[in-house]
């Protein structure tokens, strides 16, 4: 099996970029401009100069793209139209309104892009799509309200969101597009400032994840926050019961709309499988987690803790409920699964941190097997692809060999270069590697090139060999060494290793490890390069 990256990097310094929901387009913002471009081919479907653009987004279908830019007073003292509504394929401006809040600002489209809406004082406005900013074709009213959401799915639906106010009740409630007169469903409930929304898929169920500005209680600083959940039809509500006090600090659906996943309560946090009818089926343990995600096959579940937890990983694989490993990603801000769902993408980002960005590539049995170190990064992402394009696999062994099509210049593609597993010269020509050291040696012998900052773990250049500068500083330090202190050292190493597969061990029995053992754990890979450093 063959793993092609293909990084694009824009031309010029960039630090937004959205790509449509079905990655049909793809659209990066600069300090002048939105360029906007078909996604398959990167063919520059139209360029809006504008220069204040803090925000935009594009439509599902990718047709429309909505700008955001500060407002601002015309010389008559009005506001000016800082919301903007553009076709894609001309660059034309169908629509502008006046949008002061970044809040909610943004532009919703149904799925198939027939209606679209936007928020105004107690009402959400609709327009059939190609007459957006005409005469408003259908009215939502409702006083107080503060948030909407158009579903996806091919029956849409819009969820609505008032806060408690003077005594009187929080409220959701659901409407059919665009029959506004009678609710689908309705719900109320207290202890709700704000709220965040969670489709599934389908559009059929919607999971509400209440919160407070302030906890009465005084039990979390963060507030109070509570979930519940609702079905489009109307035939079923509840509050989802969560068995541990705190937080909630992740949600979310399963590919196939039918079951979800919930990770709360005060650290180390719960994870809890819930079916479609919010009843818990599986307990994940009490580990210091704070997101979740299934790939999009649905096979394989990452529960992480990332931001101020140590960027601990666990990988379940949802058919048995087994774990399949545990490893770190220390300082990660971001992650997601690959559109293949057989790897899994973690990066530190700025400005949450403005050293050691960079981003790393997993293998979806918990094996890296790319990193590359970027001076500012301030956001990545793959292109969203149809899963009918990638079927659910097993859990597969990583791939033995790994092409990385790499940049040059301003974001040219450069020519795909051959690569295999790096080799010691002395393991040259021989079989597939056995011993602990052969393996270490393997995994670890490509070190980051100081000139181009890039390490591709098990890359080649074409010709075999292999230019390794933070290696060769290594091996410096190293001959500094007498042979007996050498020796030491490697033994004290591989003790370390032993140490670290026990634990391993311990995790995959479902035990739970202390702070001190996680940190240990999160060492494996820096023991295992200078392992193989010294044993060069």
Aim: include cysteine; charge should be positive.
């Amino acid at each position: 099996m063959h793993l092609y990256i293909y990084i694009y990097r824009p031309q010029t310094t960039s630090r937004v970029f959205h790509y449509s929901r079905y990655g049909h387009v793809y659209a990066y913002a600069t300090n002048l401009s939105v360029k906007a471009f078909d996604a398959a081919t990167l063919k520059q479907l139209c360029e809006i100069e504008r220069a204040n653009v803090v925000d935009f987004w594009l439509s599902p279908q990718g047709s429309y793209l909505a700008t955001w830019e500060r407002p601002t007073k015309l010389e008559n003292g009005a506001s000016n139209n800082n919301l903007t509504i553009w076709d894609t394929k001309t660059g034309k401006e169908i629509a502008a309104f006046c949008q002061k809040s970044q809040n909610n600002w943004n532009f919703q489209w149904t799925d198939d892009e027939k209606y679209c809406a936007r928020m105004v004082t107690g009402e959400v406005q609709f327009w059939e799509s190609k007459n957006a900013g005409k005469a408003v074709w259908a009215r939502l009213k409702l006083e107080g309200i503060s948030q909407f959401s158009l579903s996806p799915g091919k029956a849409p639906a819009v969820a609505v969101f008032v806060p408690e106010k003077n005594g009187a009740p929080a409220i959701v409630r659901m409407y059919s597009i665009p029959n506004f007169k009678t609710a689908l469903s309705n719900k109320t409930f207290y202890k709700a400032d704000n709220v965040q929304l969670y489709w599934n898929d389908l559009g059929t169920n919607l999971l509400v994840l209440t919160m407070t500005d302030v906890d009465k209680s005084n039990k979390s600083y963060y507030g109070e926050s509570n979930l519940y959940y609702l079905a489009v039809a109307g035939n079923f509500d509840c509050r989802v019961p969560l068995d541990k006090e705190g937080p909630v600090h992740d949600v979310t659906w399963a590919p196939d709309s039918k079951e979800f996943i919930v990770v709360y309560g005060s650290m180390p946090a719960k994870a809890t499988l819930f079916d479609h009818r919010a009843t818990a089926v599986f307990d994940f343990g009490i580990n210091p987690r704070n997101f979740v995600r299934y790939n999009p096959q649905g096979r394989t579940i990452c529960i992480a803790g990332f931001g101020n937890l140590n960027g601990t990983i666990d990988l379940w694989d949802r058919k048995s409920l087994k774990k399949v490993n545990t490893f770190a990603a220390p300082n990660a801000s971001h992650c997601e699964w690959s559109p293949c769902g057989r790897y899994l993408l973690t990066a530190t980002l700025t400005p949450r941190l403005r050293v050691d960005n960079g981003f790393k590539l997993w293998h979806h049995s918990g094996t890296l097997i790319y990193e590359e170190a970027i001076d500012e990064l301030f956001q990545i992402g793959f292109r969203p692809e149809p899963i009918s394009r990638y079927p659910m696999r097993t859990i597969s062994p990583p791939p033995n060999v790994i092409k990385v099509l790499p940049t040059k210049g301003s974001g040219a593609k450069a020519s795909p270069s051959p690569a295999g597993a790096y080799r010691p010269p002395h393991l040259r020509g021989n079989a597939t590697p056995t011993s602990l050291s052969e393996r270490v040696a393997a995994l670890s012998g490509s070190g980051r090139s100081s000139t181009t900052q890039r390490k591709v773990v098990g890359a080649t250049k074409k010709n075999g060999t292999k230019k390794d500068t933070a290696s060769s500083q290594h091996q410096a330090q190293h001959q500094a060494l007498s042979e007996e202190d050498k020796q030491k050292k490697i033994r004290n190493l591989e003790k370390k290793l032993r140490q670290i597969k026990e634990l391993k061990e311990k995790v995959a029995k479902g035990e739970e490890l202390a702070p001190a053992q996680q940190q240990k754990v999160a060492t494996e890979v820096s023991i295992m390069r200078e392992l193989a450093n010294l044993r060069l």
